[in-house]
């Protein structure tokens, strides 16, 4: 299945996100902060990121800025519970949006649309 990045400062929520994921035979890597992101996507490719728009260390937008100019491709929906940061999915990295507070059902589905859509273009 799909290694998946999480940003999300919220603890209990990245581990209520990740068990089901994982559940889901995906592997979950949890970064609770911005710098922590660009870490792991500095040195582990991963097929998928989930995003929340506000972190200790600033915005999500920065994790956007990254991948606008990395020569990895990698989808990302993001999460956020601020309309502002929505528009956002404008931007080509951007696979899907998800308003906060988000089900694990609603991340789940969206998930396997994304790396189902990831895997069509593939073929």
């Not at 993001?78 to 080509?92: P, V």
Request: glycine share 6%; aromatic share 4%.
């Amino acid at each position: 299945m799909a290694t998946i990045l999480m940003v999300e400062d919220d603890a209990p929520m990245a581990g209520l996100y990740a068990r089901a994921l994982e559940a889901q035979g995906h592997e979950v890597l949890i970064a609770p902060s911005i710098q922590q992101g660009l870490e792991i996507l500095d040195s582990t490719w991963v097929d998928l990121i989930i995003l929340d728009m506000t972190l200790p260390d600033g915005a999500g937008t920065q994790i956007l800025d990254f991948l606008e100019t990395s020569p990895k491709v990698i989808p990302v929906i993001i999460a956020t519970g601020f309309s502002r940061y929505l528009k956002q999915g404008e931007r080509n990295i951007v696979a899907a949006t998800l308003s906060k507070p988000v089900t694990t059902s609603q991340l789940l589905q969206s998930v396997s649309m994304v790396l189902e859509d990831l895997n069509l273009r593939e073929e």
